[in-house]
């Protein structure tokens, strides 16, 4: 009986190595890029805290998605980090991660190819995975912690900024904490739902028949479906009641 419960737990161990995964340890990093360079095969590399609710969030709808788990598991090497690890905090620091959930895609060469900060349900993770199998990317990123991570925070953080306000409000369907009349408003309330979620929260502006309103966007989606699905995580987790557009 006591071989058949440990054959289980192997087994079960092996069917969530994305969504579970224990303390990382000293040189997992290091270890699974070359397991990736001797399979030829993309790294992919999950950022994620315990108390990070769209982390939760992922591993309950992306990471549980039969064709998501199935592209992983044959393309790319996968490896889980929680940033409140000691190890997983010095690469936090290492490759400059200020949001949750981040997702980091390394090619078998140890290049960094793809950098998701953003809530990615199973749609848009697929889409990011199957693009970056098809093309193949050898080039790296345009990301400063490609060629030093030591610089982060530097004069050019605006401009990343921008960037990431565009990646999350790029879905078509959008999950909306709130409506302001004033720009200062929604920006103020927007830093405090970043604070609470832990994830960034974008202002997107308006312009209606010659009025202007600040929508504050939590995340987007590719279906209405996750949108709904994240809306109700955010209504029982926080009390937050947010819309989807």
Known sequence: MARIWMLLL??????SVVVAGPGLERGAFEKAQQEARDQGKFLFVDFYAPWCNPCQWMDENTFKDAEVLGILQKDFITLRVNIDDMEGFEMKSRFDIRFL???LVFNAEGV???RKEETLGPKKMKGMLTGVLEKNIQQPIVHKVNTSPSMAFTASAPDIKVEKKEEVISGQFLVQLGAFT???NAKKQSETWSKLLQKQVSVKKEERQGKVLYRVISASFGSKEEADQYKETLKNT???QAVVL
């Open 182 to 184: 004033h720009e200062s």
């Open 10 to 15: 192997v087994l079960f161990s092996c069917l």
């Open 101 to 103: 959930p981040t997702v």
């Open 238 to 240: 926080h009390q937050l």
């Open 112 to 114: 960094m190819v793809e």
